[in-house]
């Protein structure tokens, strides 16, 4: 017979508000394995009890296979002296100082998605079915510790049958904190505009919604972390009028498909981009377009490839199954700012672009975009790190004290450390007003408050004109570090490949400070993690319009043609320069030649700029 042993387990990562707990009580039950379990500091803590078989087991399993939601980042173990003891519990929770981390937002796991299409069930074709194995998590989340009175779901009361599931530890929906059904959750509704409600009920506002996306109509359509824009991509001028009222000229739309033959439909689909495409995160995989796939080409104008996706909320399925092969699923906001998420700021800003509003009254507290991946040499490549993936931890190469870094100007997202770990924020943004500045503001604090974590330095970009420059200067009583750019370039590479010591890092970027007060951007840097030395860059270059020439490629031709041929560049027979006026030639002349508004730059990017408009690919930037 099997000796009995007993182990301590101390396990830390998202084990907290993810079922992990019932998941290790019925899993114990399963293996004849006595003790306890509860929440602790740093995540979760058990005792565990049995013969050594049963035991190993046990311990194999937790590890193997956890809740849909987990991620185990430690596991520690050690012997401790058997006790006799009977039966398995689960303890109150631990008290003490917070270290756990927060789950991302997740999809509808399978169990839920059958029984939102099961009309025996109760929660039959309930728009926000959910369980411990899924659904809503970081986005509704108001503070700390992980608790119903402590998320958006605070002003739902749970009905008896809810209650029963909720306080049931062999139940799926244990400690399920957004747990709800049609009796007791939130209420799907559909308005016009201005906000008034066309229908009271909630089957009848999604029939109504189904009909109106098949006219042609826009939609805005409340989300997991914000609102989407919604519109029949076979519809083509359904697409054009979107890209009218948004202001959104050729960047290409997101789409989302009922299922994976649904993509396929559409898109040349692998099986590594079936696997991003399936997972709980449900993220835009950037995709081969199929040859007489019937979405419009304005969906991605001049561009062989499409952003897809597949159903991210219970909503998003029954508005797809059976519907439509494909919605339009473009961030709710209008272009340069932030996806919208409250109720009241979605409707002022986007009442000129959607005819109507399917929404509901579960608020969201975070806002969090779409994340977006691409395969790249076989490994998946984050375009856009933001929804199911935030704020799941990433390692660090060493303990540091915590870090607040609030990162640049383009594609924004703050980053918070603590020990060994960074957290990052959802992507924010290019911060270019005060929208995307106050969603910088947002979530700082959203992120400082449910993780617990009180920086003792903040980190900024060398440049003092970005807004997230200014945001640092204006927190009081920690010390600033200005980092430049190029080389947050380079100890970031490191960091995601764990190199230490000195490296030769070659950064081709589009802009960045540098320490001479110059624009950087072709640099050959020398260093680590703490210092660099500048061994080599591209020449040095005129901008003529400063910013302007980030976003007209022309003017980098003109610089670089005017390095070579000075005045006489105009003289040149080039179809770039062709629509060039007098007028203009003589601003751009007297601006390279008396340096009036132009710094200089050894960006490669505007180096790039320069190539496609002398090549004739492109004059402006979209």
Known sequence: MDLIKRCRIEIEGIVQGVG?????????????VSGWVRNSAGGVLLEAEGAQANLSAFLREIEREPPPLAAISSIEQRAIPPVGERGFLILPSAPGENQIQIAPDGDVCGECLEELFDPANRRHRYPFINCTNCGPRYSIITGIPYDRSLTTMAGFTMCGPCRAEYEDPADRRFHAQPNACPACGPRLRLTDGAGRELETDGAASLQSAVALLR?????????????HLAVDPCNDGAVQELRRRKGRDEKPFALMAPDLPGIERHAVCLDLEKRLLTGPERPIVILPGRYGSPVSPRVAPGNRYLGMMLPA???HHLLLRDNFSALVMTSGNLSGEPVLFRDREAFERLARVADFFLCHDREIHARSDDSVIRVFQGNPLFLRRSRGYVPRAIPLPAPQESVLAVGGELKNAICLTRGERGFLSPHIGDLGNSATRNSLEESVAHLTRVLGITPAAVAHDLHPDYLSTGFAGEIDGVPRIAVQHHHAHLASCMAENRLEGEVIGVIFDGAGFGLDGNIWGGEFLLGGYRTFQRRGWFRYVAMPGGDAAAREPLRMAISWLHQLHGERLFELSLPCLAGVSGLERKLFLRMLAQGI????????GRLFDAVAALIGLRNRSA
């Not at 109509?217 to 914000?226: C, P």
């Not at 508004?597 to 490669?604: A, E, G, I, W």
Request: aromatic share 10%.
């Open 20 to 32: 992990f707990r019932p998941f290790v009580f019925r899993l114990a039950g399963r293996h004849g």
């Open 215 to 227: 006219q042609g109509r826009i939609l805005a359509i409340k989300g997991t972390g914000g609102y």
């Open 313 to 315: 909320t219970p909503l």
């Open 597 to 604: 508004n132009t710094p200089l730059t050894s960006s490669c």
